[in-house]
């Protein structure tokens, strides 16, 4: 085996034993480019043949923004609430050993493999006025089909997996030892889990949390039975973008597709940031 | 603060770990749980610290009795081998942490918490490292933190499992100096586990020498090395050669030879010969001797090793000879044990 050896001057990268960074950079390139960034430019090169002027009357269209309201909205909500009973999902999964859990920890899934359109089409059988779950709801004046907290449900249903499978490998890894430590300290249970195990869960939880929001806004199947699509009211954005597309109005339609590219774009980089953040603090 | 632990039992899923342990700590004593890794030294510290629960028995703090109280209640400062520190916060943090749990009045100010962790820094020898994370600092580092955040909260015992156990050789030589001296200058009574003698034998006022869940023996590094009460602590502590022997009207014998050890009170009958290797006396001529031709010579640092083979059996035997000494050129070695002692065949 010979080394090369290294060249004088700057260097890209410092030479690692894993040959082929070359190679391997280069297909990876080669393939995010044809699956991602070929679609995505001719989005924005469509849009862009609208012209700036026609552009902002879409894109500050009450129906438009409407839309993008409650595609954000409901996405950020229901990854919010997924956050919450997703790591409390994990936790479960993680601590204890009960009889079943293999079959919930498989169940878990479901909603990865599940077409969205039947997640749609059950969810909405269920919570409809006269659904099972529906009618013990409606007395109470709380209407969850046909309205935008029936999207919430959905996409509730749509994002679990996301935050339960991250959280749940950096949950297995807590040292026990860490925990132990706490309570020599004189911690109680409850600042065990407040101060020691979420802050180091976080990571793993931000991270689910973008995950889930991103499917959010992006899921349509699910949606559009359950929402009732009322425009204004309980229109998502993906929805708006399939109405202008029947209607043949492609620089509309592209032109919504780049705010919501734009925007998702944004908010997945502050997340991105915020962990590099605490990565490097934290080690 | 004593510690009093009174016939313990320990069992895991009905598999003993300890078998009726009793064992007296005094106050300020440093003090070492040796033994092979299995032999129960990290249970009894765990049921001391209260991180398990004795299936039988009780563990007392002075007079009170500590096996009913929860963890939290114990105020025991426990360090962890592999430091077990909150990597989201800063050394300062980390230190201050058990101070900072506490409720009401026994909760200092949060000036009074920087002050002493500022003050516990520097007596393990970190000032100025407040503002760092565990991540960026070295593992003999992160042992003084976990340290100092363990005597943040005055434990009234101080208990440390292998503390040294995942560090090189050299560090762990350096803490352990310097452990001893945090001991002589704060005082509190220290209960340590290694399974390394020579780090027993060094830094504790007694070792505690476990096996198989139970204690063997309790005494000063003096008493264990030289005087063991039995084979496994001869064969523990230190290097140890045996001989399967005979005793007969008070002499010890190798096959049909007396060896010229008298044992008096030794009751007749097969019993196994122990002692040191480099505890003995060569001799000339070999009239009540162990005498054997020589197997093998090695070269061990300062000394020379010797390896016997004794008798009709070809018992091998190994001892310990000066590196110049004329003895290592022959042949065939006689010699006899200065300081030894008898046990039961097994």
Redesign the interface.
Known sequence: MTIAPAKAGWRFRQPSVIPGFGLTLGFSLAYLTLIILIPLSGLIWRSAALGWTDFWAIATDRRTLNALEISFGAAFIAAAVNVVFGTLVAWVLVRYRFPGRRIVDAMVDLPFALPTAVAGIALTTLYAPNGWIGHLLAPLGIKVAYTPLGIVVALVFIGLPFVVRTVQPIMEEIDKEVEEAAATLGANRFQIITRILFPGLAPAIVTGFSLAFARGVGEYGSVIFIAGNLPYKSEIAPLLIVIRLEEYNYPAATAIAAIMLLLSFLMLLVINLAQSWSRKRYG | MEVRVANVRKEFDRFPALHDVSLDIKSGELIALLGPSGSGKTTLLRLI???ERPTRGKIFFGDDDASQKS??E?????V?Q?Y?????MTVADNIG??LK??HGPSRPPAAEIRRRASELLDLVQLSGLEKR????LSGGQRQRV?LA??M??EPKVLLLDEPFGALDAQVRRELRRWLREIHDRTGHTTVFVTHDQEEALELADRVVVMSQGRIEQVGSADEIYDTPNSPFVYSFIGESSTLPVKVEDGQVWIADRPIGLSAPHAPSGEAVLYFRPHDVELLDGCSGCIAGTVAASRRVAGTRRVELEIGGERQRVEIELPVDHPAAQKSRVAFRPRRWKLFPAA
């Open positions: 610290a209260g991180l963890i939290q114990r105020n025991v400062g426990f962890f592999h077990a520190l909150f990597r989201h942490f058990g749990v506490r994370y565990p991540a960026q976990a955040r363990a943040a909260i």
